[in-house]
């Protein structure tokens, strides 16, 4: 086959335009980024990863029921045919407002214009001795990944002295939020697939799934109803919740709680709440909201900054009732959203406009037939159409055509049956002999 020499277009001009640097590519950097394509500013995305990851499904991702891939997609592939977007493969070291720069990593200085914060954040250990070296998170593919090793790993090598000692094997979740319920769920799906499916030799009594909390009930944003239905669900596919339990460490294998207990473990998975301590978030301004988010006012202009703002995670959004807006997925990208919206005004000589959060409900998924949904008149929706509510919600959110297709049919599959998924311990540094 003949490869034509024609050269490609070259690039407009886009020298004149106002220069918008977004840094970071989860759901709000995206959303600003997608409200700038082919308008008049150049936008330059910065992230550390060249990917979007769809971060609602990594546990399904840690529990073998999809790939990497599957929740991940390139950042230059969702904005190959916007000609005023760039992506930048690199991680902000720090931001300069007086000069309007950013300092890259390997010390590289990109002027702005305007300045959009949305890193996101972090796992919130709470400084509890321990958790962030032998706890398990869920905030990157890369978390997923090393779970998903570690669940794998654990049963295998239960599994391998089966005959001659059983053992039993006791897997934690910290946190009764939509992560720890759907972890919870989705890790007692995959216990007992791999013993039924793949011939591990344990004794399912001995395989405890345990969901500790110190709240009174679970998904405590949600009515008291849905929490009600969550636990009765949990409980029947086996999962133990135990609720006003405090851990005061993690240990590499054990973790102990305020009771005086030590409990053996063969992983301890962190749900507990996150933070932007730690990001570049907390580095923007001398005095940090709440987690370490960026402070920032109903327009979400960074305080004392016209030209910079924060969306998402990483911002403190005030809800106008003296309270912040939660960290999920719907704000992050309303507000990403919003601020392109108040960047290209600004570029057109308006004033910018406050934030207002259109509020749609939140969900969450507890296993095959069963979600929980409430609506944004207190409506609650639980079982089989929960669930399917859920999963539409998420196919639709999901970038990239080839991910949503993909996902589609692996769920449509496992609907009917559990065939033998990804369930394939990756060799790296924790699992490499």
Known sequence: MAISNKAAPDPPDLSGFPHVIIVGGGFGGLEVARGLANKKVRVTIIDRHNFHTFLPLLYQVATA??????????????????????????QVRHVDHGRRVVVLGDGTELDYDHLVIATGATAAF?????????????????????????????????????????VGLNFVIVGGGPTGVETSGALSELIKTVIKRDGLRLDPTRVRVILVDMAPRLLTPFPEKASAYALKELERMG????????????????????????????????????????????????????????????????????????????????????????QLAPVAMQSG???????LRQADGKPPLPFKFHNKGIMATIGRHA???????????????????????????????????????????????????????????ETAD
């Open 239 to 326: 999962v133990e919740v135990e609720f006003g339990r405090s851990v005061v460490e993690v240990e590499e294998n054990a973790i102990r709680f305020a009771d005086g207990e030590r409990l053996r473990v063969a992983a301890v998975i962190w749900a507990a709440g996150v933070t932007a301590a730690g990001t570049l978030a907390s580095d923007v301004q001398e005095k940090t909201g709440p987690g370490g988010r960026v402070r920032v006012t109903p327009l979400l202009q960074i305080e004392g900054q016209t030209n910079a703002w924060a969306v998402g995670d990483s911002a403190a959004i005030p809800t106008g009732e003296n309270g912040f807006y939660p």
């Open 371 to 429: 979600a929980v949904a409430t609506l944004p008149r207190g409506l609650t929706v639980k079982g089989t159409m929960g669930w399917l509510a859920w999963l539409g919600l998420h196919l639709w959110y999901l970038v990239g055509f080839r991910n949503k297709l993909r996902v589609m049919i692996n769920w449509t599959w496992r609907y009917f049956d559990w065939p033998s998924g990804p369930r394939l311990i990756v060799a790296d540094a």
């Open 337 to 343: 959203r919003h601020v392109a919206q108040q960047i």
């Open 126 to 166: 709470f400084g509890i001795p321990g958790a962030s070296q032998h706890a398990i998170p869920l905030y990157s593919l890369a978390d997923a990944r090393r779970l998903r090793n570690r669940l794998l790993s654990a049963l295998e090598k239960a599994d391998a002295v089966a005959e001659t000692a059983p």
């Open 65 to 90: 029921m999809l790939e990497p891939a599957e929740v991940a997609y390139p950042i230059r592939t969702v904005f190959g045919k916007a000609l005023n977007v760039r992506f930048r493969h690199g």
